[in-house]
Structures are given as C-alpha cells and as structure tokens.
C-alpha cells in the first residue's frame, strides 16, 4: 500500500496508509479506499474525518478540508474572548474553528455561517451546541446580534480563481469551487465580510480573516477603509497568516500604522 500512494504522489505515503488500514476494517475495503486515494481523493474524504486542534472533524466529499494553518484562528478567538462572549464564524465550513473555540472556552453564545447546505450539514453535526445558519455570509444571522458580537472569524476563499487550476488535485477537484475561489485577486469575499462586520462587532470586537502573506497588505488595507485598526499576525510553525482588527468605540484614537505579529 506504502508503495502504491507513493507511487501517486502522496508526500506522507505510511501516515496515510496506517489512516486508510485502521479505518478500513477489512482487506476489501483497504482496497476500495486505496483505489479511491490513487485516484486524488483526500484522503479527509475517504475516511470520514480531519484532525483540527486535537479534535477529529467530521468531513466527507464535496466540503472543503480544514487545513491546520486555520488552527490559528482557533488560537486567536481564544485570545480575545471570555466566557459571557459573542462568538460568529463566517465562511465556516464544517464548523471546524468553532468546534475548537467551543471546546477551548466553553461559551455558548455561538453562531456559524455558511452559503453551502452540503458543508452546514456537516457543520451542524460537527458543533451540535452551535447555532448553524445558512446562507450569504452576514445574510442569515439573527438581527439581535447587530452591535453585539465580540469576535467574528472568517476563512473566506481566498485562492484567486485564475490559481484554483495549479492546486493539487485533490483539492482542485474534490473540493467545492466555491469553498476556494476568492475572485480576481482572491480577496473579494474577504472585502465583503470586512465591509459588514463593523455593523455586528461590539465596541471592542474583533475581526480575524484568515490569508496570505502577499494578500496580507491588501486585506490590511480593507480593514482600515472599514474603520478598524489591522495588524498582520503570523504563525510559522503551521503557516498561518491571518489580518486580525478591532471596531474601535466611537470617538477613540486610531493606532498609527499597522504591525506584524509573531505568536
């Protein structure tokens, strides 16, 4: 089996054939999930679940696989919440960042959105205890939440849609479009989320989106035209980049300049 993923290209060919034999439970079935593996499905799909923060996320074909640089999205909310907090995920998938906060803090005051049913679905059964929405980024939110919310993440797509043709195939063709296409220059639902958010965040709430380093100064950018301080934050250890700002209250200072920071 080793021989065979290395063969196709599968980088963590023995990681991923132990996966695939203890998921399987019979010799037939090792067969069926290695063919399907050979054949570019992620190997997520296949067995039914990611590993996220130390916690097994449920996934299955045709939803977007959290990646572990999203971790740090997780770590980030984590930072600037307490236990009577307001929690909002856009863009949440299978609820995998709000599965983890949940499970990090406690708080129950959570509201996850996402525009696809399929990846609701698995949101739902993943963070049961969360209220799960569907529909356009802010769009189905309760209106209560208006001026309340203390924290909103957001891994919005953000591959430029020109780029989705050069990602790994597993990705590029077992993942949803929309679930990576963001526009031109991958930023465009991203600038939707920060265009919005100051209307729901609390005096004081913080907005975090997860992105690139090259996309970094542009999204930073928004951020600021939107009323919000902006600081790039960045983890090495797992590739994470996210532009992370706070809704100010009405009349304060705004910080000069934006700045880099390196948990």
Do not use: K
Request: with cysteine.
């Amino acid at each position: 089996m080793i021989d065979a993923l290395r063969r196709a290209g599968c980088v963590f060919a023995e990681d991923e054939a132990r996966v695939l034999a203890d998921a399987a439970g019979s010799p037939a079935t090792v067969r069926a999930f290695l063919d399907r593996r050979i054949a570019g499905e992620p190997l997520e799909h296949i067995v039914g679940w990611v590993e996220f923060d130390g916690l097994r996320i449920r996934v299955g074909p045709g939803v977007f696989v959290p990646r572990r640089r999203t971790e740090m999205l997780v770590s980030v909310a984590v930072a600037h919440l307490a236990p009577a907090s307001v929690f909002v995920e856009m863009c949440c998938g299978s609820a995998a960042v709000t599965r983890a906060v949940m499970e990090r803090t406690g708080i129950r005051a959570v509201t996850a959105s996402d525009i696809d049913p399929v990846a609701v679905e698995y949101a739902s059964t993943n963070a049961p205890d969360a209220h799960i929405v569907c529909g356009d980024l802010f769009d189905p939110l309760p209106g209560d939440l208006v001026g309340r919310v203390d924290v909103i993440v957001a891994n919005a797509p953000y591959v430029p849609g020109h780029a989705i043709a050069f990602m790994p195939r597993d990705a590029r063709d077992h993942e949803p479009r929309q679930a990576l296409d963001g526009g031109d220059d991958g930023l465009a639902i991203a600038r939707r989320i920060v265009a919005d958010a100051p209307r729901w965040l609390a005096d004081g709430g913080t907005l975090a989106i997860e992105t690139s380093p090259a996309q970094a100064p542009h999204l930073a950018a928004a951020f600021e035209r939107a009323g919000l301080t902006a600081a790039t934050v960045t983890d090495d250890d797992i590739d994470g980049c996210a532009v992370v700002g706070t809704r100010l209250p009405v009349g304060s200072p705004r910080p000069a300049g934006r700045s880099d920071v390196h948990p």
